[in-house]
């Protein structure tokens, strides 16, 4: 079982920044890749971008140059660094971790609010 704990959402201003942070913890030994999504009101959720074990890298056409995702595989952290925000980017964010076992796990959320 792996636990994802997400942090650092909050309101952010239009052209401004935020960073998430999001933690793991339980069987996370397991993980080899994790990644961001956010879900937006009476939106389906979607992929914001991802990153492996290796530093492979990967992100949506939407936040492609404005958003950076990293990680820290000592402390099995996963960043996601928000520059030049927009208000389309109000949303839900959630990290997901995958398993060598091909099982994904979610954390809870952490809301971003992109307003003025």
């Known amino acids: 079982q792996v636990q994802l704990v997400e942090s650092g959402g909050g309101l952010g201003q239009p052209g401004g920044s935020l960073t998430l942070s999001c933690a793991a913890s339980?069987?996370?030994?397991?993980?080899?890749?994790m990644g961001w999504y956010r879900q937006a009101p009476g939106k389906k959720r979607e992929l914001v971008a991802t990153?492996?074990?290796?530093?492979?890298?990967n992100y949506a056409d939407s936040v492609k140059g404005r958003f950076t995702i990293s990680r820290d595989n000592a402390k099995i952290t996963v960043y996601l660094q928000m520059n030049s925000l927009k208000p389309e980017d109000t949303a839900v964010y959630y990290c997901?971790?995958?398993?060598?076992?091909?099982?994904?796990?979610w954390g809870k959320g952490t809301l971003v609010t992109v307003s003025s």
């Open positions: 997901k971790a995958l398993t060598g076992g091909g099982m994904g796990y």
């Open positions: 339980g069987s996370s030994f397991s993980i080899y890749a």
């Open positions: 990153i492996t074990n290796g530093g492979s890298t």
